[in-house]
């Protein structure tokens, strides 16, 4: 059982290096065009991947409008918004309010599909708002500002967007939560939301609006970056996610795969030789915690 959970773990850290190579990104072409060309790519990696597994056929004509509304709500507009706040307030912080999308899952989870929230739930989900407030409010020093740690705009802004983020994450995972149950594959379910997000992204390509330009000329290492960032973030760490949940304890293993915030500060320590402050350790370690009561309870 120990392997599955070290895969769990794996699975964060992916998300967490993607994270680290997206945030130069992000800034250098933009979120929007960014999450265009990375979802490009990502969509012929889990086209391909699904006929190699022939699990088309689990995909059932009336789960059709639900993971293609899942896939506008959760990728389109949930990892549109997430890569613009990643651009604007760096990936410790944005890592941190994505966090958010645990007590968002429960919350929906009581609305909509009739589910009891448990005394420890409540307090998982307190715990992790409180952690992400510490963190964001207190997890900055001016003396050890870092590339990744600079604010470009404004702040709020960026906040705003990084709540969105993982409001659309939960809502999108909700809406798939049943046709799941019912048998579709996953990953084939993966391949249509991300290929009905990739469409609809495309499509801004031709909007004459200066937040839906590429921010400048596309080259060689750009677009290196986005197929690793996609490769790592969407391709092998959801596909680890899914080994891991095969055999293990599903609160245990969703748990592990969402320390990829200390995994960011950890990966920032040790890249820019910097130790991030007292604030960002006590926030993010709350809303590890937090997540933990959540998924385990």
């Known amino acids: 059982m120990i392997i599955y959970y070290l895969i769990a773990t794996t699975a964060a850290l992916c998300w967490a290096v993607a994270s680290l190579i997206s945030a130069d990104v992000t800034r250098t072409i933009g979120g929007l065009a960014f999450n265009r060309l990375r979802l490009f790519f990502v969509s012929i990696m889990l086209i391909s991947y699904t006929f190699y597994l022939d699990t088309w056929d689990t995909i059932n004509q009336d789960f059709l409008v639900t993971i293609l509304l899942s896939g506008i709500i959760g990728i389109f507009l949930g990892d549109t918004l997430l890569f613009v ?5 760096g990936p ?3 890592n941190i309010l994505f966090s958010l999308a645990a007590p968002f899952t429960v919350i929906l989870n009581i609305v909509f599909l009739n589910e009891i929230m448990s005394f420890i739930n409540l307090i998982g ?3 992790v708002f409180f952690g992400v407030v510490v963190a964001i409010a207190y997890g900055n020093s001016k003396d050890k500002n870092h590339r990744w740690e600079v ?11 990084g709540v969105g983020a993982a409001l659309c994450q939960a809502v999108g995972l909700i809406m798939m939560k049943p046709i799941l149950s ?18 609809f992204l495309a499509s801004t390509f031709f909007l004459n609006f200066e937040i839906f330009k590429t921010k400048t000329d596309l080259t060689y290492k750009i677009v290196g970056q986005s197929i690793i960032s996609g490769f790592l973030g969407m391709a092998l760490g959801m596909s680890l996610l899914l080994i891991a949940l095969q055999k293990a304890d599903a609160g245990i293993v969703a748990t592990l795969s969402s320390t990829s915030p200390i995994m960011i500060l950890l990966l920032i320590w040790l890249i820019t030789r910097k130790l991030p402050t007292y604030g960002a350790w006590i926030g993010t370690i709350l809303a590890i915690i937090g997540s933990g009561l959540i998924f385990i309870y």
């Open 85 to 89: 706040a990643l651009q604007k307030i």
């Open 125 to 127: 989900c307190i715990i």
């Open 92 to 94: 410790r912080r944005n």
């Open 151 to 161: 604010v470009e705009g404004n702040l709020y802004i960026g906040v705003t967007f």
């Open 182 to 199: 019912m048998g579709a594959d996953p990953i084939a379910s993966a391949s249509l939301r991300t290929l009905i997000s990739c469409i």
